[in-house]
């Protein structure tokens, strides 16, 4: 599986951008999406994921009512609308995709990583 994300930029704060998500390979090996983000000194953390049949999704508390998680299967592609953005929200978005595979031995979850894009936000 492969992940490249676009959409990230620079915006002052209240403003909105879109990021993008193109998964390619074995896409159809996929139980889940999501949005993660790293900002300097901090740890990844998880922004917003959904499964892959779109019937679940989960969101962050500090994001939950300003972003929202969505995907277009027709073209393998994850979205993230972010609204409201705050100076808080600057980091490096990752899109994540993960795999479960099973074996007599119980389940393994497999990830993979998208390259990453910039978010700023200016105050």
């Known amino acids: 599986v492969q992940l490249v994300e676009s959409g990230g930029g620079l915006v002052q704060a209240g403003g909105s951008l879109r990021l993008s998500c193109a998964a390619s390979g074995s896409t159809f090996t996929i139980s889940a999406m999501g949005w993660y983000r790293q900002a300097p000194g901090k740890q990844r953390e998880l922004v917003a994921s959904m499964t892959s049949d779109g019937g679940s999704t989960n969101y962050a508390d500090s994001v939950k009512g300003r972003f929202t998680i969505s995907r277009d299967n027709a073209k393998n592609t994850l979205y993230l609308q972010m609204n409201s953005l705050k100076p808080e929200d600057t980091a490096v978005y990752y899109c994540?995709?993960?795999?479960?595979?099973?074996?007599?031995?119980?389940?393994?979850?497999?990830?993979?990583w998208g390259q990453g894009t910039q978010v700023t936000v200016s105050s």
């Open positions: 994540n995709a993960e795999k479960l595979v099973y074996y007599i031995d119980g389940e393994r979850r497999y990830d993979y």
